[in-house]
C-alpha cells in the first residue's frame, strides 16, 4: 500500500516540447486515481514518469513519502499494466504469471501458490496451460491483470488497459477491475481518454488539458460543479450546452441577441458563457413554469429516440442545443418549443473560460 506525492512536476522532451506543465497531486493510500484528458494531453507522460520509464524535468515524485526521482522502474515496486498487454506469447497463461517472480528467485512452491491463487480470483484456472493467442481478447486481459497482482506491489499503474476490448467486454471489465481494486485496496492509478470509464472507475479524477491538470475530485463533484469550460465540456455525454453570452450587464441574452425568458436569471457583467447539462433542460408546458427559471424558445432540428430516453437538437438563436427528455416524444422537427432549466442548474464561465 502506498500514498503517491507528485510535486511541481514538469516534462520537457528532448525537442523542446513541455509535455507536463508544474503538476501537484496527492494520492492517498488506497484510492483508485483516474488521469482522463482528450488524445496528447500529457496523462500517459505522466503515468510514465511515476512508474519510472520517462525521466523528469522538474519537480519530485514520492512514493510512500520517499523520492523516487532516480530510481529505476524495478525498484520502485509498482506493476503496470498496458493498453497492449505485453504479454510473452511464446509462454503459457501460468508462465506469463509466474514470470516476475522467478525472476525475484521467489522459491518454485510460493510461486506456485500465488499463481493459483490469483488465477482462481481471476477465474483464469483453467486456461493456466494456454498461451496468449488461444484465449481472447478479456481473458489476454485478466492475464495481464494477474500478471501485476501476484508481485504484490505497492502500485498499480494502468496505461488505457481497457481500450482493445469491445464496448460491452470493457464495461464488464471495468466493473471487475473497479472491485479487483477494492478488495485488493492497492493504490492505483489509471490512464484513460474516456470520460465514461473515468466517472464510474474514479475514487479520484484529474482532470488534465494541454499538459495541466484543470480539475481534481471526486467524479459527481466535477460532474455537478466543472471549474473551468473545458472541463464542462469534456465530462458528460451528450456534453453540456454551452451558450456565449452577450458582454456587459442588462437583462440576460445571447450573443446573438436572443433573450432569456424567466424570470430567475440574473448574470454578472464578466459572464461570457452559460453552460446547461441537456438533462437539465425540461420541456415548459405551462406558464407555471417560467417564474424562478431561464426560459429559451428553440426550434428543433431532430430528434434521436434511443429507447429510454431521447434527445431532442434544437437550435436556440444562432447555438445548437440538445435537451434530454425521457422515453419517446411526439414532437416534430421545425416546432418551436419552450425548455427551461433552474437558475440552481446552471454553470457561468468567464472570458477566461473559469466557473463564476
Ligand atoms: P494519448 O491518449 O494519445 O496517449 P496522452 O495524453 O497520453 O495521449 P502523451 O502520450 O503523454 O499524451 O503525450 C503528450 C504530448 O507529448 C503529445 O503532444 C506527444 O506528441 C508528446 N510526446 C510524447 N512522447 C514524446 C517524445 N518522446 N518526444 C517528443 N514529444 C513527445
Redesign the pocket.
Known amino acids: 500500500m502506498a500514498t503517491v506525492d507528485l510535486k511541481n512536476i514538469r516534462k520537457i ?3 523542446g ?1 513541455e ?1 507536463v506543465k508544474k503538476v501537484n497531486l496527492a494520492i492517498r493510500d488506497g484510492a483508485l486515481c483516474v488521469l482522463v ?1 482528450p ?7 505522466l503515468l510514465r514518469m511515476i512508474a519510472g520509464l520517462e525521466s523528469i524535468t522538474e519537480g519530485e515524485i514520492a512514493i510512500d513519502g520517499r523520492m523516487v526521482n532516480e530510481l529505476g522502474p524495478a525498484e520502485r515496486d509498482i506493476a503496470m499494466v498496458f493498453q497492449n498487454y505485453a504479454l510473452y506469447p511464446h509462454m503459457s497463461v501460468y508462465d506469463n504469471m509466474a514470470y516476475g517472480l522467478r525472476n525475484r528467485r521467489m522459491p518454485k512452491p510460493e510461486i506456485d501458490k500465488r499463481v493459483r491463487e490469483v488465477a482462481a480470483t481471476l477465474e483464469l484456472d483453467h486456461l493456466l496451460t494456454r498461451r496468449p493467442r488461444e484465449l481472447s481478447g478479456g481473458q489476454r486481459q485478466r492475464v495481464a491483470m494477474g500478471r501485476a497482482i501476484v508481485r504484490n506491489p505497492k502500485l498499480f499503474l494502468f496505461d488505457e488497459p481497457l481500450s482493445n476490448l469491445d464496448a460491452k467486454l470493457r464495461g464488464q471489465m471495468r466493473v471487475e477491475i473497479k472491485n479487483l481494486q477494492r478488495s485488493l485496496g492497492v493504490t492505483s492509478v489509471y ?1 484513460t ?1 474516456d470520460q465514461l470509464e473515468a466517472m464510474t472507475l474514479a475514487d479520484v479524477l484529474v482532470v488534465m488539458n494541454a499538459g495541466n491538470v484543470e480539475q481534481i475530485g471526486a467524479p459527481l463533484d466535477i460532474y455537478e460543479k466543472p471549474a473551468t469550460l473545458f472541463v464542462a465540456s469534456f465530462i458528460g455525454a451528450p456534453p453540456m450546452n454551452l451558450l456565449p453570452l452577450r458582454h456587459g450587464e442588462g437583462r440576460a441574452a445571447l450573443a446573438d441577441g436572443t433573450e432569456i425568458g424567466g424570470s430567475g436569471l440574473s448574470l454578472s457583467g464578466e459572464a461570457t458563457t452559460l453552460g446547461i447539462r441537456p438533462e437539465n433542460l425540461f420541456l415548459v408546458t405551462n406558464n407555471d413554469e417560467i417564474g424562478g427559471n431561464a426560459i429559451f424558445e428553440i426550434v428543433i432540428r431532430a430528434i434521436e429516440p434511443v429507447g429510454a430516453e431521447s434527445f431532442i437538437y434544437g437550435d436556440v438563436g444562432k447555438t445548437r442545443l440538445v435537451v434530454r427528455v425521457a422515453g419517446k416524444t411526439a414532437m416534430e422537427p421545425g416546432a418551436k418549443i419552450h425548455v427551461g432549466a433552474k437558475v440552481a442548474d446552471l454553470h457561468v464561465f468567464d472570458d477566461a473560460g473559469i466557473r463564476i
Open positions: 522532451y528532448p525537442g516540447f509535455a484528458g488524445s496528447g494531453c500529457g496523462k500517459s507522460t490512464v481518454h
